[in-house]
């Protein structure tokens, strides 16, 4: 058995179920498999086996979703990457992942068309279209114009690789990270359990799906035959009218996109009484923002704090007002442990390296044995995140080893002062990084975006952040303030581009 196996099973058991919901397209679970299927037996009729790679270059769309399971049903391993990458990005990963066959759409061709020069494995005929008919490209429509009968089984183990998932590059060079059909059913039925999805719940998802992220819920919610709404992209009005239309039990989203929800003159928590998860993931809430949206939809918050390469823990919606700013503890067959800089192990309170095993644990970066050992040295992930335990043994974090600052050897977190600068009224979200100090080698320096309407200053926040951290060294340098920040496709800020932005001009301007 196999993760494909699950839409061919709720084809035959609960046929008539909703299964997918895309713009004015809802299919049943029995019209999506035969939609899959077409898909998988034209893939095999082109020569497409077991353990050969395609990718895919798509924004959030159904053919998106055909492709997931189509790779599932057939032992394809998929690709998915990112629709802003550029030509040489594009290649570069096309060409460590050894794809064989690309997915993508007009809007992207001239893209596709920069990095298929160097590829030679994208000749004529291993670019598909999925929304017309170009030179050099097959058209979805036609390609899948096959039989919609199951496609011929390929015997697949569960440690047979199922898709490779390139990080985002927010903290360095994207790395290809494998994960299993075993993997992704532990994905299944841990977040089913974590999330309490049940076959009768209606699932909505508005951010980018090329993201692991999105699979946190997008696994658990076809292994119970449940109802998948996906947008195009994240719209707040299109989300909190389609919570209201089609009573949405779960949903989740990125900070940005929680504040912007609760920030819309259409958020009315009384329309939104359907909702059982608010997961909030990617990066963390701050706690005026987690007090807000406990005060409006009170016992549906969820955090969850993970990495790609698969560990992974959960703050329930039980325990989100009793502890607050933990992201919660492991997912259960999971172990960890904060290690101190010297390798001893922390106790409650200290903080240090966050350390994990879980059973959604990569077997290892694709084609680098020596990333894979460096990471996981002993079997146990190196997170390179910073945090420590409470005498209940869970977990808070406190930033990223890269992105703490160190001034005059003083160690400064920038989370701490995030969470002081977003408790400003007219501050909607904060960023604080480190930039170049002749004195003291770094100082933080924070980035702002204010909420509409609002005329406070950066000096006036300077001042306004400085008498209220908790030691002088917190205090920031400067202040910017921008109309919008750097995000990747899944929503997540982009400090790096932030700092890089300020170093290269060095005029307090980003």
């Not at 839409?7 to 299919?27: E, K, N, Q, S, W």
């Not at 930039?435 to 006036?460: F, I, N």
Request: proline share 6%; net charge negative; aromatic share 8%.
């Amino acid at each position: 058995m196999h993760i494909g196996d699950l839409i061919t099973h709720h084809a035959r058991y609960r046929p008539c179920h909703p299964a997918v919901v895309f713009g004015d397209t809802r299919l049943n679970y029995a019209a999506f498999n035969r939609r899959v299927n077409r898909l998988a037996n034209a893939m095999q009729g082109l020569g497409i086996e077991k353990g050969q790679t395609i990718a895919t270059l798509l924004p959030n769309c159904l053919e998106l979703l055909e492709i997931y399971w189509a790779a599932a049903k057939t032992g394809v391993v998929v690709v998915p990457l990112s629709p802003m990458l550029l030509g040489a990005g594009l290649a570069s990963l096309l060409g460590d992942s050894d794809a064989v066959l690309l997915f993508s759409n007009s809007a992207l061709r001239g893209v596709v068309d920069a990095a298929r020069e160097s590829i030679g494995r994208l000749a004529d005929g291993r670019v598909v279209l999925v929304d017309g008919v170009a030179p050099g490209c097959l058209d979805y429509s036609t390609f899948t114009d096959t039989s919609d009968e199951e496609p011929r089984n390929p015997e697949l183990s569960p440690d047979d690789i199922y898709n490779i998932m390139y990080t985002s590059g927010t903290t360095g060079l994207p790395k290809g990270i494998v994960h299993t059909h075993r993997i992704r059913a532990n994905y299944c039925t841990l977040m089913a359990s974590a999330f309490r999805i049940n076959p009768e719940s209606v699932v909505l998802h508005t951010g980018s799906i090329v993201f692991n992220g999105a699979f946190t819920t997008l696994m658990p919610t076809f292994y119970k035959g449940a109802t998948y709404i996906l947008h195009p992209q994240f719209d707040v009005e299109a989300l909190i009218e389609t919570i209201k239309r089609d009573k949405v039990t779960h949903t989740m989203m990125v900070p940005s996109q929680i504040i912007a929800m609760m920030a819309s003159p259409r958020f009315d928590p009384a329309e939104m009484r359907s909702l059982e998860m608010i997961l909030s993931l990617g990066a963390p809430l701050h706690n005026e923002y987690k007090d807000a949206l406990n005060h409006h939809l009170p016992g549906r918050f969820y955090e969850l704090y993970g990495l790609t390469e698969g560990f992974v823990t959960i703050l329930d919606r039980n325990d989100a007002v009793r502890k607050q700013g933990s992201v919660g503890v492991p997912i259960p067959f999971s172990g960890m442990r904060i290690e101190l800089e010297d390798g001893s192990i922390a106790g409650p309170n200290q903080i240090g390296e966050i350390v994990g095993s879980s059973p959604l644990l990569m077997p290892g970066y694709f084609k680098r044995p020596d990333l894979t050992a460096h990471a996981m040295p002993d079997g146990w992930l190196r997170t390179g995140d910073l945090g420590y335990t409470d005498e209940d043994g869970y977990l808070y974090l406190v930033d990223r080893k890269k992105e703490m600052i160190d001034s005059g050897g003083v160690k400064i977190y920038p989370h701490d002062i995030e969470e002081i600068l977003v408790r400003h009224p007219d501050v909607q979200e904060a960023a604080v990084f480190g930039v170049p100090h002749e004195k003291w080698g770094e100082t933080p320096l924070a980035a702002v975006v204010l909420k509409p309407s609002r005329s406070v200053t950066a000096e006036q926040l300077k001042e306004w952040t400085n008498l209220r951290v908790s030691a002088r060294y917190q205090r920031v340098s400067d202040v910017v303030i921008m109309t919008a920040f750097p995000r990747n496709a899944a929503g997540k800020t982009l400090k790096r581009e932030l700092r890089d932005a300020y170093w290269q001009g060095r005029d307090g301007k980003i």
